[in-house]
């Protein structure tokens, strides 16, 4: 079965840094999109980045342009997101999801990540 599993959250100061990985299995990798959402409290989940199946198309939000940067490594079936310059407003839990049709979006359970002022 289709398994996400995201790491690399925790707990950073204002103009910190942290990498987040999602690694998948259970589908053909190479074949999906791949993106991050995000949701902090009492908000909705929102698109953070983009990247298809070759990578060579990103995508992201206009509040973390210049910051973060998605990448994926196709070998290790692996996304990631660094993130840098982090501000309190990029609190929230990040939710990692694979996408090849409309009727196949999965989602991982998600890495909190915490910026403190």
């Known amino acids: 079965q289709v398994q996400l599993v995201e790491s690399g959250g925790g707990l950073v100061q204002f103009g910190g840094s942290l990498r987040l990985s999602c690694a998948a299995s259970?589908?053909?990798?190479?074949?999906?999109?791949m993106s991050w959402y995000r949701q902090a409290p009492g908000k909705e989940r929102e698109l953070v980045a983009g990247?298809?199946?070759?990578?060579?198309?990103?995508n992201y939000a206009d509040s973390v342009k210049g910051r973060f940067t998605i990448s994926r490594d196709n070998a290790k079936k692996t996304v990631y997101l660094q993130m840098n310059s982090l501000k309190p407003e990029d609190t929230a839990v990040y939710h990692c999801n694979a996408f090849w049709s409309r009727l196949n979006s999965y989602w991982g359970q998600g890495t909190q990540v915490t910026v403190s002022s």
């Open positions: 259970g589908f053909t990798f190479s074949r999906s999109a």
């Open positions: 990247i298809t199946s070759a990578g060579s198309s990103l």
